[in-house]
Protein backbone atom coordinates (compact mmCIF):
# COMPACT_ATOMS: atom_id res chain seq x y z
CA UNK A 1 0.00 0.00 0.00
CA UNK A 2 0.90 3.77 -0.19
CA UNK A 3 3.53 4.90 2.50
CA UNK A 4 2.34 7.93 4.73
CA UNK A 5 4.20 8.95 7.75
CA UNK A 6 2.21 11.25 9.73
CA UNK A 7 4.02 13.24 12.61
CA UNK A 8 3.76 14.45 15.47
CA UNK A 9 2.39 11.35 16.86
CA UNK A 10 1.25 13.57 20.24
CA UNK A 11 -0.18 17.63 20.32
CA UNK A 12 -0.80 19.40 23.27
CA UNK A 13 -1.65 22.78 22.95
CA UNK A 14 -3.49 25.65 24.85
CA UNK A 15 -7.03 26.67 24.16
CA UNK A 16 -6.95 29.59 21.30
CA UNK A 17 -3.46 28.66 20.02
CA UNK A 18 -2.96 26.85 16.53
CA UNK A 19 -2.53 23.42 15.88
CA UNK A 20 -0.25 21.76 12.65
CA UNK A 21 -0.30 18.01 11.97
CA UNK A 22 1.93 17.24 8.92
CA UNK A 23 1.49 14.03 6.46
CA UNK A 24 4.45 12.99 4.04
CA UNK A 25 3.80 10.20 1.09
CA UNK A 26 6.34 8.83 -1.46
CA UNK A 27 3.57 8.26 -4.68
CA UNK A 28 3.15 11.27 -7.11
CA UNK A 29 0.63 9.83 -8.36
CA UNK A 30 -1.75 10.72 -5.62
CA UNK A 31 -4.24 12.94 -5.93
CA UNK A 32 -6.47 12.66 -3.11
CA UNK A 33 -5.68 13.94 0.42
CA UNK A 34 -8.44 13.45 3.22
CA UNK A 35 -8.26 14.02 6.88
CA UNK A 36 -10.28 12.42 9.75
CA UNK A 37 -11.01 13.02 13.08
CA UNK A 38 -11.52 10.04 15.69
CA UNK A 39 -13.18 10.91 18.89
CA UNK A 40 -12.45 8.61 21.94
CA UNK A 41 -14.96 5.53 21.27
CA UNK A 42 -16.35 6.80 18.16
CA UNK A 43 -15.82 6.11 15.00
CA UNK A 44 -13.33 8.36 12.11
CA UNK A 45 -14.94 11.06 10.15
CA UNK A 46 -14.06 13.03 7.49
CA UNK A 47 -13.49 16.20 8.21
CA UNK A 48 -11.86 17.66 5.13
CA UNK A 49 -10.47 16.99 2.08
CA UNK A 50 -8.53 18.12 -0.89
CA UNK A 51 -7.61 17.15 -4.50
CA UNK A 52 -4.34 17.96 -6.04
CA UNK A 53 -5.16 20.47 -8.38
CA UNK A 54 -5.65 23.16 -5.75
CA UNK A 55 -3.26 23.97 -2.75
CA UNK A 56 -5.29 24.96 0.15
CA UNK A 57 -8.55 24.30 1.04
CA UNK A 58 -10.56 26.06 4.15
CA UNK A 59 -13.76 25.31 6.44
CA UNK A 60 -14.41 27.63 9.17
CA UNK A 61 -11.47 26.68 11.59
CA UNK A 62 -9.70 24.17 9.99
CA UNK A 63 -7.46 24.09 6.89
CA UNK A 64 -5.38 21.71 4.79
CA UNK A 65 -2.54 22.48 2.40
CA UNK A 66 -0.97 20.73 -0.34
CA UNK A 67 2.48 20.80 -1.57
CA UNK A 68 3.11 17.81 -4.17
CA UNK A 69 6.37 19.11 -4.98
CA UNK A 70 7.60 18.16 -1.46
CA UNK A 71 4.79 15.19 -0.86
CA UNK A 72 3.18 16.11 1.83
CA UNK A 73 0.03 17.44 3.24
CA UNK A 74 -1.16 19.09 6.54
CA UNK A 75 -4.15 19.97 8.53
CA UNK A 76 -4.13 23.36 10.45
CA UNK A 77 -6.83 24.17 13.29
CA UNK A 78 -6.87 27.59 14.34
CA UNK A 79 -8.14 28.71 18.06
CA UNK A 80 -8.32 25.33 18.88
CA UNK A 81 -10.81 24.57 21.28
CA UNK A 82 -11.52 21.39 24.07
CA UNK A 83 -13.88 19.68 21.48
CA UNK A 84 -10.96 19.68 19.12
CA UNK A 85 -9.15 17.14 21.48
CA UNK A 86 -9.28 13.70 19.50
CA UNK A 87 -7.28 11.66 17.30
CA UNK A 88 -6.67 12.60 13.76
CA UNK A 89 -5.68 10.57 10.63
CA UNK A 90 -4.11 11.57 7.06
CA UNK A 91 -5.30 9.13 4.69
CA UNK A 92 -3.91 8.20 0.58
CA UNK A 93 -5.67 6.00 -1.83
CA UNK A 94 -3.24 3.54 -2.63
CA UNK A 95 -1.48 2.84 -6.06
CA UNK A 96 -2.97 0.65 -8.15
CA UNK A 97 -6.58 -0.93 -9.22
CA UNK A 98 -7.85 -1.33 -5.67
CA UNK A 99 -7.22 1.82 -4.61
CA UNK A 100 -7.44 1.39 -1.33
CA UNK A 101 -7.33 3.57 1.62
CA UNK A 102 -4.21 3.39 4.03
CA UNK A 103 -4.28 5.71 6.81
CA UNK A 104 -1.46 7.62 8.81
CA UNK A 105 -0.25 6.28 12.32
CA UNK A 106 -2.51 8.92 14.21
CA UNK A 107 -2.19 12.12 16.35
CA UNK A 108 -3.32 12.40 19.99
CA UNK A 109 -4.25 15.99 19.88
CA UNK A 110 -5.33 17.82 23.15
CA UNK A 111 -6.55 21.22 24.00
CA UNK A 112 -5.50 22.53 27.19
CA UNK A 113 -8.85 24.65 29.16
CA UNK B 1 -29.99 6.55 5.85
CA UNK B 2 -28.91 5.42 9.11
CA UNK B 3 -24.91 4.90 8.18
CA UNK B 4 -22.92 2.37 8.21
CA UNK B 5 -24.42 -0.42 10.74
CA UNK B 6 -22.11 -2.96 12.76
CA UNK B 7 -22.98 -5.64 14.74
CA UNK B 8 -22.55 -6.38 17.33
CA UNK B 9 -20.80 -3.58 19.31
CA UNK B 10 -19.11 -5.41 21.83
CA UNK B 11 -18.27 -9.08 21.76
CA UNK B 12 -16.20 -11.01 24.12
CA UNK B 13 -15.15 -14.07 23.60
CA UNK B 14 -12.90 -17.17 24.71
CA UNK B 15 -9.84 -18.51 22.30
CA UNK B 16 -10.91 -20.85 19.95
CA UNK B 17 -14.10 -19.88 19.76
CA UNK B 18 -15.38 -18.36 16.16
CA UNK B 19 -16.28 -14.86 15.93
CA UNK B 20 -18.66 -13.49 13.12
CA UNK B 21 -18.74 -9.59 12.65
CA UNK B 22 -21.43 -8.10 10.98
CA UNK B 23 -21.68 -5.05 8.74
CA UNK B 24 -24.48 -3.76 6.53
CA UNK B 25 -23.18 -0.39 4.30
CA UNK B 26 -25.09 2.54 3.48
CA UNK B 27 -27.72 1.86 0.65
CA UNK B 28 -26.01 2.64 -2.59
CA UNK B 29 -22.45 2.44 -1.85
CA UNK B 30 -20.59 -0.01 -3.49
CA UNK B 31 -17.31 0.10 -1.83
CA UNK B 32 -17.00 -1.60 1.33
CA UNK B 33 -13.85 -2.18 3.71
CA UNK B 34 -13.22 -4.06 6.53
CA UNK B 35 -10.05 -2.28 9.39
CA UNK B 36 -8.73 -3.10 12.49
CA UNK B 37 -7.64 -0.81 14.86
CA UNK B 38 -5.06 -1.38 17.74
CA UNK B 39 -2.92 1.14 19.82
CA UNK B 40 0.17 -0.88 18.40
CA UNK B 41 -1.11 -1.02 15.00
CA UNK B 42 -3.31 1.98 13.79
CA UNK B 43 -5.87 1.27 11.35
CA UNK B 44 -4.55 -1.57 9.09
CA UNK B 45 -7.22 -2.12 6.26
CA UNK B 46 -8.04 -6.08 6.12
CA UNK B 47 -10.21 -6.59 3.10
CA UNK B 48 -11.84 -4.26 0.19
CA UNK B 49 -14.68 -5.10 -1.46
CA UNK B 50 -16.30 -3.15 -4.79
CA UNK B 51 -19.13 -4.91 -5.94
CA UNK B 52 -19.42 -7.29 -3.58
CA UNK B 53 -16.17 -8.51 -5.02
CA UNK B 54 -12.92 -8.87 -2.68
CA UNK B 55 -10.53 -6.91 -4.44
CA UNK B 56 -7.79 -6.49 -2.14
CA UNK B 57 -7.49 -8.75 0.82
CA UNK B 58 -3.53 -8.65 1.66
CA UNK B 59 -4.50 -7.00 4.75
CA UNK B 60 -6.32 -10.22 6.29
CA UNK B 61 -3.36 -11.41 8.94
CA UNK B 62 -3.56 -14.86 8.36
CA UNK B 63 -6.08 -17.96 7.18
CA UNK B 64 -7.96 -17.23 10.30
CA UNK B 65 -9.60 -14.75 8.97
CA UNK B 66 -11.74 -14.71 6.21
CA UNK B 67 -14.57 -11.79 4.61
CA UNK B 68 -17.73 -12.40 2.42
CA UNK B 69 -20.26 -10.08 1.07
CA UNK B 70 -22.88 -12.19 -0.06
CA UNK B 71 -25.29 -8.89 -1.91
CA UNK B 72 -24.97 -5.68 -1.78
CA UNK B 73 -26.19 -4.59 1.64
CA UNK B 74 -24.02 -7.24 3.99
CA UNK B 75 -20.74 -8.50 4.43
CA UNK B 76 -19.56 -10.29 7.13
CA UNK B 77 -16.06 -10.90 8.73
CA UNK B 78 -15.17 -14.59 10.63
CA UNK B 79 -12.38 -15.12 12.81
CA UNK B 80 -11.22 -19.25 13.08
CA UNK B 81 -10.39 -19.75 16.04
CA UNK B 82 -10.02 -16.32 17.52
CA UNK B 83 -7.04 -15.99 19.85
CA UNK B 84 -5.96 -12.93 21.93
CA UNK B 85 -4.06 -11.17 19.99
CA UNK B 86 -6.98 -10.57 17.50
CA UNK B 87 -8.86 -8.31 20.26
CA UNK B 88 -9.15 -5.03 18.54
CA UNK B 89 -11.71 -2.62 17.14
CA UNK B 90 -12.80 -3.39 13.53
CA UNK B 91 -14.31 -1.23 11.71
CA UNK B 92 -16.68 -1.30 8.32
CA UNK B 93 -16.52 1.35 5.97
CA UNK B 94 -18.58 2.22 3.33
CA UNK B 95 -17.94 4.83 -0.23
CA UNK B 96 -19.92 4.92 -3.56
CA UNK B 97 -17.71 4.46 -6.19
CA UNK B 98 -14.57 2.39 -7.62
CA UNK B 99 -11.99 4.10 -5.88
CA UNK B 100 -11.35 5.63 -2.94
CA UNK B 101 -11.57 9.26 -3.84
CA UNK B 102 -14.49 10.18 -2.00
CA UNK B 103 -15.38 10.12 1.47
CA UNK B 104 -15.31 6.98 3.37
CA UNK B 105 -17.81 6.24 6.22
CA UNK B 106 -17.34 4.00 9.15
CA UNK B 107 -19.24 2.45 10.82
CA UNK B 108 -19.40 2.51 14.66
CA UNK B 109 -17.12 -0.51 15.13
CA UNK B 110 -17.08 -4.01 17.12
CA UNK B 111 -14.93 -4.04 20.15
CA UNK B 112 -13.74 -7.38 20.12
CA UNK B 113 -11.78 -9.05 23.04
CA UNK B 114 -10.00 -12.75 23.05
CA UNK B 115 -9.67 -13.89 26.85
Known amino acids: GENVEQHPSTLSVQEGDSAVIKCTYSDSASNYFPWYKQELGKRPQLIID?????GEKKDQRIAVTLNKTAKHFSLHITETQPEDSAVYFCALPSSGSARQLTFGSGTQLTVLP | DAGVIQSPRHEVTEMGQEVTLRCKPISGHNSLFWYRQTMMRGLELLIYFNNNVPIDDSGMPEDRFSAKMPNASFSTLKIQPSEPRDSAVYFC?????????????FGQGTRLTVV
Open chain 2, 93 to 105: ASSFGGSMNTEAF
Open chain 1, 50 to 54: IRSNV
